[in-house]
């Protein structure tokens, strides 16, 4: 067997001879042991903890003496807790920067000629508020005209296709989206 010169992508193999120092000699001869390196494996504090925590009933004194460990324990609590803050940051970072990009791709498109620059983050703030103002003012708009659209035309068209019970033409379904209220 060769023996890997990385570790990433190869799977369990043998790497360490483990020699027993006491107890009934014969007795481990053809056991397997797994050797965790405590000072370079990124892992190795998690999988103690997690046996410390396994054998703390059966085992409590092999279980203070592994939380005794550096990087176990207290330590490794600590790490983890920092690791899952840093981590929620991280995810609230790439939420933030995935919006404004958008945003900023989006000002780019309204200003051809500043297709390579940014806005500063207050004028993106404010173009995109008025953006929004414009927008409902827009849909008010249209509304508006729908609303004195419709009842004019609906008297040369609803009760043509439509009978008095049953609207196919999707005209009541319309009218009541415009007013708001829940289809069905």
């Known amino acids: 067997m060769t023996t890997p010169t990385t570790d990433r992508g190869v799977g369990l193999y043998r790497k360490y001879a483990v020699q027993r120092l006491g107890g009934t000699p014969g007795k481990h001869d053809a056991c397997s042991y797994f050797v965790l390196d405590t000072n370079h494996d990124l892992y190795a504090a998690a999988a103690l903890a997690a046996y ?55 000002w780019q498109a309204a ?50 296709v439509c009978s008095p019970m049953v609207c196919v033409c999707g005209y009541t379904e319309f009218r009541a989206a415009l007013e708001g209220k829940p289809r069905g």
């Not at 330590?75 to 840093?86: D, L």
């Not at 004028?123 to 609303?147: G, K, M, P, S, Y």
């Open 111 to 160: 200003h051809p000629m500043s297709e390579t620059a940014w806005p500063d983050h207050v004028d993106l703030v404010i173009w995109l508020a008025q953006r929004a103002d414009a927008l409902v003012e827009e849909v008010e708009r249209l509304r508006t005209a729908l609303d004195w659209t419709l009842p004019r035309l609906v008297p040369y068209s609803h009760p043509r």
């Open 52 to 106: 410390s925590k396994a054998c703390e009933t059966a085992y409590p004194e092999l279980a203070a003496d592994i939380r005794l460990l550096p990087g176990v324990g207290v330590e490794a609590e600590a790490a983890a807790a920092e690791k899952a803050r840093a981590d929620d940051l991280q995810a609230t970072f790439d939420l933030r920067w995935k919006a404004d990009t958008r945003a900023i791709k989006a």
